[in-house]
């Protein structure tokens, strides 16, 4: 899936004065969802494209610092991160969890192909100029402040914006 | 993710004679997918977007009306129905369901942060114009008929209708 | 959902020398993704739209040869294959699964209300010219070769390839 990491047959990138953009609603904290979110979002940049990755829900979980422990003033907010563990390194699967053995075996294998890992794809992505931004209303319904998130991050942003740069993209995708 | 609910910094609303077009795929009858959503739909709509939200294989659960119980003619529609409780109150979240305490932590959050509910944002995409379909196929094979459903919905449509749709949308988003 | 199945009411399919085009990116492999992802490129070829489904991540698991075993040089990946079934046969569904009552009830139901399985769908998407493209590096990365993949496909591409695509396309879909 990555033109950043294997040989492509695709056409090359021609850029234009006003950049083709892309914009991904990234919604998942699952690990087979992050990674095409930031190889699609990384791929784009590479083409030319002004890239934006709005995160929100679960998707936050993704750019949540490894070093947090719980997070959240109210109880419920710490029991949502409980079982909700985040950050680039501890994201799950959708499928085949098993307690973590699935990601392991995943990210074992992505390791020996040279798949870039998700902090690889998150630092790559911030160094070619992909906006990344967090979704205000879910910081706030999780409890998540600015500081438990990395560095290098957009302003928190609302659905508003999100839509007013969907309107005028080439590509819109909901992962 | 709502501008609906939170201050926003978003560009105000341009509404041009031929309004630009939002169309939601809406095949998710998760919690955490109903929000998203509903909360894109009502926000495009108030930034003046013609929004269309095609409701579709679990997607219909976020449309049943909240008295009526099992569904469907034939037992395994019913046992399909038994498994997958649905109306805009009933909703699991697609992580942390853990038998509906999830899901009553994050509606307890989320009615503490004023974000509003399923139920909420549903009177409110109907108050605000939002087109409502129920997709016919899928409701055929789940033995869904139109009394199942609440009021105020459009009239049952198939994916021809939604891809003409989505031909000529801005955005096309399939969650 | 079908128009190729049922009854429909949309606006007659207009071809044009320079037809639309229309990208899924299929990345699950449950059966409720692989329907909606199979009857929207169908729908959309028989509207006489150019169509292309990329197929990554989990989503490789629909073009999986039925008489192909596990897959894989690497423990690993045969791993992934014993618990990730595949096939267009053997999909489960993201809900439940049930061991497999849960596939068992809905492909009963879709048989009974001549809704066509993701078998039918995917001869008939060849048919009809839908491109269907394997993505290169995830196919690497489950040690997937091309002849445990069914006949007719296109060449393996990449992310790039995906993206030149869905930069001219009218929708752009991740499913």
Redesign the interface.
């Known amino acids: 899936?990555?033109?950043?990491?294997?040989?492509?047959?695709?056409?090359p990138a021609e850029e234009s004065p006003q950049a083709?953009k892309?914009v991904i609603?990234a919604?998942s904290g699952d690990l087979?969802?992050a990674?095409?979110t930031l190889?699609?979002a990384t791929?784009?940049a590479?083409?030319g494209?002004d890239v934006t990755v709005f995160f929100?829900?679960?998707g936050l979980g993704i750019l949540k610092r490894p070093e947090v422990g719980l997070t959240g003033e109210?109880w419920?907010?710490r029991?949502?991160a409980v079982?909700?563990q985040a950050g680039p390194h501890k994201l799950g699967l959708s499928?085949?969890h098993?307690a973590g053995a699935?990601p392991k075996?995943?990210k074992?294998?992505?390791e020996?192909?040279g798949?870039a890992s998700v902090q690889e794809l998150l630092d790559l992505a911030q160094e070619m100029g992909v906006k990344l931004w967090p979704?205000?209303?879910?910081m706030?319904?999780?409890g998540l402040a600015r500081e438990h998130l990395i560095d290098g991050l957009d302003?928190p942003?609302?659905?508003?914006?999100?839509?007013?740069l969907?309107?005028?993209?080439?590509?819109?995708?909901?992962?």
């Open positions: 899936m990555a033109d950043t990491m294997t040989e492509e047959t695709a056409a083709d892309m609603i919604a087979d969802k990674w095409p190889i699609l791929t784009g590479a083409y494209m929100t829900f679960w109210d419920r907010q029991m949502l079982f909700h499928k085949l098993f699935g075996i995943m074992g294998l992505a020996d192909k798949v979704c205000q209303m879910t706030d319904l999780m302003e942003a609302g659905a508003g914006s999100a839509i007013s969907m309107r005028d993209a080439e590509i819109s995708l909901f992962i």
